[in-house]
């Protein structure tokens, strides 16, 4: 890598002591590229084995590449972490404009060691780390954090400020980490570590220039790759509708996954599509940092005051495919307006969408086949469609407002398992199910990926590519293994995987090369591979088993788009993504 | 001469192409160089404001330095002469637009010099850069 580089610089926080120091660890970056292969390097030098995710001990790690500051669509950062949702490995991924400015105050990464003995928020910029009292943040929702702290630090336009809501100070293990208001470190309960150590936010602030090796190949290559990511296709169909744009083709196909999975198909999809969004709710659209595609869409949710006539809110709520999904269809929602005020709860309350929404379909399954009653509910009577027992539900579960609701709060894995109903909980690996019964391919995913996320593998667009009679165990692993060890380069850069159409192997390779990174292409699949099974190896250490993952009794009952689905295919194909993990260990 | 204009910020997605393409005039990565800059107006919510120079036919950043360092361009605007240029940042204070832009690594003002190769980035047609003067 370049010698005046800064992504070498690893800062060090640590909250008990409120000290920072910066290493300078060219060789860390140099064998790791950067996000994804950095941070699960750290991670493994951080965190014990056998600790609870609340242990002070617990790392928070966030990490950038190359090519954030430098390339159009690299957008992101990683953060990596011990997850207090499965106790094993987390990771998540965020856009807004976090990687840019943590990229240009002038490191590569961040870890966050300790507790804090009272509330704080950290303002991380070129000259290190303010440690501020956020006493008076606690118990803030989500916006009025980020208001409070945009109003009283510096820097607008070139800061990012991510925070937690109650959801991640109660320590809900799926709560999540906002940035920009809009986007999110959303799965795998980054909330309730920050929540844990007393850290209600991180302000990051940087505007730095970054050198290359050479100007004029810089300048080119960034046109062509430009020029490239506004001709591909998926890229302005993104940017048009948002990626609600699945939700009527998921439907059509019947894998759009309806009142807990019991349905493939919502008779309500049109109303909550993105056809209807953009139609009746789109008010503006937004970017990450440094992306061409825009694929941010906010609504606007004009409500009444019930107590005074002509009195209205608006409030502006992003949405997306997957949290339509959860809090829509999963649950029997069939007004976009209803999803928006969920939505908006969730937001300010610092929830994972995703996870709540399987969450209270769950509690809705549950309610309905008696396995809890009022006294667990609190007294109230959820069932499919009914948007405001949901908001109700929302706040007993952040506040952990019974032994029931703390439940909740733990995930649909967990609380099945005090009070039945686990043939219904549709988690995979611990984590909430995304919003794909595509195939076998979806699933497979979901199981084997590292963070049982559909973003792992993709394995749902493979359920779309190939027919069923293509589709083996061998295949399908061998298939989705391949693209995950893709992703870990894309996520090493750090690029949004929208971009993975243009940004392959021997582009990324390009791409490094002007940071000075020496990688082919044969190379860089080496080097994921070796941070696959890196991050496999902490699973492993931790207790995880891929093959006795257990696999939820209702996505094998209810009908998918290949059919009904066979235990024995899903378990074949753990098997074989267990030898491809294994070999060459 | 040619100058940018701001044509519509409501148009704004936020993306900073502008931004990178500013420090990209010289041949870096980053944004320590961009003369350009895009913020929320007090949250994302509520819509974003491009800032940048507007190219004054009568410069008040001008006018305030005390070294003429900031020589009046034709077509409005300045150009700064580095080597003249003190670092003090009274222009920075002087321009009501807030457009002045600064540079901590070199401690010397950020200030658009209207060549319009932002406006060529912009996906949303937000820039535009114009011939003539830009308050004529």
């Keep these: 890598m370049l010698k005046d580089d800064p992504l070498k610089r690893v800062l060090y926080v640590d909250l008990a002591t409120k000290k920072f120091w910066v290493e300078e660890r060219p060789e860390l970056f140099e064998e790791n590229i950067g996000g994804t292969g950095v941070a699960s ?5 951080e965190c014990p084995v056998g600790i609870d995710p609340r242990d002070p001990k617990n790392p928070i790690i966030l990490a950038v590449g190359p090519a954030n ?27 807004g404009r976090s990687a840019t400015c943590l990229r240009l105050a002038g490191y590569g990464a961040v870890v966050i060691r300790g507790q804090s003995d009272i509330p704080v928020y950290l303002v991380i910029d070129r000259s290190g780390v303010k440690f501020r009292d956020a006493r008076a943040l606690w118990g803030l929702s989500v916006s009025a954090t980020g208001r409070a702290i945009r109003e009283k630090e510096t820097g607008s336009g070139l800061r990012s400020i991510l925070r937690i809501g109650p959801a991640g100070e109660t320590g809900v293990t799926y709560s999540c980490v906002v940035t920009e208001t809009y986007r999110h470190f959303g799965r795998l309960g980054l909330g309730a570590l920050f929540g844990a150590k007393k850290l209600k936010a991180v302000c990051l602030v940087g505007r730095r220039s970054l050198p290359v090796t050479d100007r004029k190949l810089y300048r080119e290559l960034y046109d062509e790759l430009l020029k490239r990511l506004r001709e591909t296709p998926a890229l302005k169909k993104y940017h048009d509708l948002g990626t609600a744009v699945n939700v009527i083709p998921l439907n059509e196909r019947g894998a759009l996954p309806t009142r807990n999975l019991r349905q493939t198909r919502f008779e309500m999809a049109e109303k909550i599509s993105g056809e209807y969004f953009a139609e009746h709710l789109l008010s503006r659209r937004l970017a990450c940092s440094h992306c061409p595609m825009a694929c941010i869409h906010l609504a606007a949710l004009r409500t009444p005051y019930e107590d005074e006539p002509y009195f209205y809110k608006t409030t502006f709520i992003s949405y997306d495919y997957e949290p339509i999904y959860a809090n829509g269809s999963m649950i029997g929602v ?16 610092g929830l994972d969408a995703m996870s709540s929404g399987v969450v209270l379909a769950w509690a809705t399954e549950a309610f309905e086949q008696g396995l809890v009653g009022e006294e667990e509910t609190l007294g109230l009577r959820p069932r499919f469609g009914d948007v405001e027992t949901y908001l109700q539900m929302l706040h007993h579960i952040a506040y952990q407002s019974n032994e029931f609701y703390a439940a909740l709060a733990r995930g649909v894995a967990y609380a099945s398992s005090r009070y ?9 690996g611990g984590n909430e199910m995304p919003g794909y019964h595509t195939g076998y391919g979806a699933h497979l995913t979901h199981l084997t990926g590292s963070r049982h996320s559909h973003l792992d593998s993709g394995g749902y667009s493979y359920d779309q590519k190939l027919s069923p009679e293509e589709i083996t165990p061998e295949k399908l692993a061998h298939i989705l293994f391949d693209e995950e060890v893709y992703r870990q380069i894309l996520s090493s850069g750090v690029c949004c995987f929208f971009g993975r159409s243009v940004y392959n192997y021997e582009t990324l390779s390009r791409i490094f090369k002007v940071s000075g990174f020496d990688f082919e292409v044969e190379d ?6 070796k941070i696959l099974r890196r991050k496999y190896a902490f699973k492993k250490a931790r207790g995880f088993e891929l093959t006795k993952l257990k696999i939820p009794r209702r996505i094998l009952e209810t009908v998918s788009p290949h059919g009904k689905l066979e235990e024995e295919f899903l378990r074949q194909g753990l098997a074989i993504y267990k030898s491809l993990l294994e070999s060459g260990a | 001469m040619a100058h940018l204009k701001v044509v519509d910020p409501d148009r704004c997605v936020g993306c ?12 870096e990565g980053g944004i320590a160089e961009a003369a350009i800059h895009v913020r929320s107006r007090g949250g994302i919510s509520r819509g974003l404001t491009v800032v940048v120079c507007r190219a004054c036919e009568e410069p008040p950043c001008a006018a305030v330095c005390p070294n003429g360092a900031l020589i009046k361009r034709k077509g409005g605007g300045v150009v700064l002469a580095p080597k003249k240029c003190l670092g003090c940042g009274l222009c920075r204070e002087a321009c009501t637009l807030q457009a002045i832009f600064w540079n901590e690594a070199t401690g010397k003002p950020v200030i658009c010099m209207h060549c319009g ?9 937000v820039l535009v850069l114009e011939e003539g003067h830009a308050q004529g």
Excluded: W
């Excluded at chain 1, 039945?420 to 995979?428: I, K, R």
């Excluded at chain 1, 860089?524 to 591979?529: M, V």
């Design chain 1, 420 to 428: 039945g109903g686990e043939d219904f909980a549709l988690a995979f």
């Design chain 2, 117 to 125: 190769y932002c406006a060529q980035y912009c996906p949303h047609h």
């Design chain 1, 524 to 529: 860089l699949k080496a080097l994921g591979r």
């Design chain 1, 334 to 349: 069939g007004s976009a307006e209803g999803i928006l005020k969920l939505l908006d709860t969730i937001d300010n309350l």
């Design chain 1, 69 to 95: 500051g430098l390339f159009p669509i690299a957008s992101k950062t990683v953060a990596m972490f011990q997850s207090p949702h499965t106790g094993n490995l987390g990771e998540s991924h965020a856009g």
């Design chain 2, 16 to 27: 900073q192409l502008c931004m990178f393409a500013c420090q990209r005039r010289t041949g």
């Design chain 1, 41 to 45: 390097k750290l991670l493994e030098e």
